[in-house]
């Protein structure tokens, strides 16, 4: 490291250029008072005045357009030019140069091995977490579980935030990502945006549901209104619907692919009820299943971060002949084995009751079996009447009727 120590009077004009070599550059200043001096050949010296609001004096050799790191020493008397470490993080500064001009920089910034957040008021070791803009020559993107644990991040379309409350879009088309640095305070007038409500983020799916706040529970969520070129989280207008998968410091599309089950507000139900049942495909992109007989049936749920309290989708015909509904259903721990009761019925960990006493369970290869006829079964509508069976097609994610049989 090199350093600069500070003169009985502030370094003049010349002072700032004489000792250049050619090709290279200097930053000298009083406190108030900076200049940028470059050399280019023989006397041919170029000073520029700029300006600063950093109480110290420093004269620090420029040899490229670069971000430039400085520490302070805390009485000022010395500033020195960092290359790999840093001494003291409250006393960093940082400047970038380039031919023409330096400009004082804050931010998030990598020196050697670790990262730093300077901003107006302080200087410290990032100690954050969550996903951060490093300023750089090229800029990169990191995520941190908590101070400088630290690593790459490739970057992908959606929100990223960290526990600062600094918000990013980012775009992988453009392989860029932006920080937003004004953000809203309600729902109304901002849907798919990210809202601060009194130092706390939330995420607002349309401009009238209540703001959805991030966990460190995964979440999904159905934003509809989708143009058909839209490319998340750049939305225009339109009717398509998307799934968004919702962590504690991101929002993205997620293209899993699944069955959901959601309520009025297009959250998925994390508790045993009613909803609306919704196909998403591997694009992305949902679509709402309208009910009928050859929805009848158990579908594994697509909301893998709650299927643990809720694993199971159940559709069935209601005594309203023609009328369809879904619920979302917890394992019923209860019925251990196959009977009579139990017949076209899920029991425990997602077994399925062909009659009796036979037993099978989703699987990757799909499989037709005979189901005997049970009034108390969700099937029975199809089936008709005892003593028939039904042909019933089991896969990976659902259990279903063939309703040409009956």
């Known amino acids: 490291m090199l350093a600069w120590v500070k003169a009985d009077t502030p370094p003049g004009l010349k ?37 600063s609001n950093e109480a ?7 040899k490229e357009t670069s971000y430039y790191y400085f520490e302070v020493s805390n009485n000022g008397d010395t500033t020195t030019k960092l290359t790999d470490s840093v001494t003291t993080p409250a006393n960093l500064v940082v400047y970038y140069c380039n031919d023409t ?6 931010g998030h910034f990598k020196i050697g091995d670790n990262y730093y957040t300077v901003s107006e008021t302080e200087s410290k070791a990032l100690d954050g977490s969550g996903y951060y803009l490093i300023n750089a020559n090229t800029d990169e993107f990191i995520v941190c579980s908590s101070g400088q644990s630290c690593s790459t991040f490739t970057i992908t379309d959606g929100y990223f935030m960290n526990s600062d409350n600094e918000v990013y879009l980012c775009a992988s088309s453009g392989l860029s990502c932006t920080k937003q640095n004004s953000l809203p305070t309600e729902c109304r007038g901002n849907a798919n945006k990210i809202i ?23 979440q999904y969520n159905l934003f509809e209104g989708v143009g058909d070129n839209d490319k998340y989280p750049t939305i ?3 009717t398509k619907i998307i799934l968004l998968k919702i962590e504690q410091y991101s929002i993205t599309q997620d293209k899993s692919g699944g069955i959901f089950i959601a309520n ?43 299927s643990s309290a809720i694993p199971y989708i159940k559709c069935y015909e209601t005594s309203q002949s023609g009328t369809y509904k879904c619920e979302a259903i917890a394992n019923p721990t209860s019925i251990t084995s196959c009977s009579d009761s139990s017949i076209g019925q899920i029991i425990k960990d997602g077994g399925f009751c062909l009659n009796s006493s036979k037993m099978v369970t989703f699987g990757e290869t799909e499989t037709t079996y005979l189901l005997n006829y049970h009034k108390d079964s969700k099937f029975s509508s199809i089936i008709g009447e005892e003593g028939k069976y039904g042909l019933v097609t089991i896969n990976s994610n659902s259990i279903f009727i063939n309703t040409s049989c009956g």
């Open 196 to 218: 601060n409500v009194s130092g706390t983020l939330k995420f607002c799916n349309t401009v009238t549901s209540t703001p959805l706040a991030f966990t460190s529970t995964t």
């Open 264 to 306: 009025g507000d297009k959250n998925f139900l994390y508790s045993a009820g009613d909803g609306t049942l919704y196909s998403c495909a591997s694009t992305g992109v949902c679509t709402t299943v309208t009910l009928a007989k050859s929805n009848i049936g158990y579908y594994k749920n697509g909301d893998t971060a709650h």
């Open 101 to 106: 001009k330096c400009e004082r920089k804050y």
């Open 56 to 62: 110290t004096e420093y004269c620090a050799e420029i």
């Open 236 to 238: 225009t207008s339109g």
């Open 15 to 51: 002072e700032c250029g004489n000792s250049l070599s050619d090709g290279t550059a200097n930053v000298c200043g009083d406190g108030t008072t900076f200049y940028y001096c470059t050399k280019t050949g023989g006397s041919n010296i170029t000073i520029l005045k700029l300006t």
